[in-house]
């Protein structure tokens, strides 16, 4: 199984994207994600997580500006972003628990291959 996430480009100061983050293969669910990014520069930091039963956390950056939310039907989680602000120029990463056969499947922790949003005028 792999994690695919994409939905990243260039954007205007303001402007807004939506990413999203699937598996490659047919599975039985994904649970917990997390959405990370990382900056030019920075260490690799968790921007916002979402639990299997839709419990959501943002960190104060993304707050009242990323919304991160499920289609549990279609197994992808996705992250809107509106809002946008250079200092968000960063590589984002999805991390996801994995069941891949069915509910007694053990859980399995993937991370995605990233995908470049750059906010700049």
């Known amino acids: 199984v792999q994690l695919q996430a994409s939905g990243g480009g260039l954007v205007q100061p303001g402007g807004s994207l939506r990413l999203s983050c699937a598996a490659s293969?047919?599975?039985?669910?994904?649970?917990?994600v997390g959405w990370y990014r990382q900056g030019p520069g920075k260490q690799r930091e968790l921007v916002a997580a979402?639990?299997?039963?839709?419990?959501?956390n943002y960190t104060d950056s993304a707050k009242g500006r990323f919304t991160i939310f499920r289609d549990n039907g279609k197994n992808t989680v996705y992250l809107q972003m509106n809002n946008l602000k250079p200092e968000d120029t960063a590589v984002y990463y999805c991390?996801?628990?994995?069941?891949?056969?069915?509910?007694?499947?053990?859980?399995?922790?993937?991370w995605g291959q990233g995908t470049l949003v750059t906010v700049s005028s």
């Open positions: 991390n996801a628990d994995i069941k891949r056969l069915s509910r007694y499947s053990p859980v399995v922790n993937y």
């Open positions: 293969e047919s599975i039985f669910s994904i649970n917990a």
């Open positions: 979402i639990t299997s039963g839709g419990i959501t």
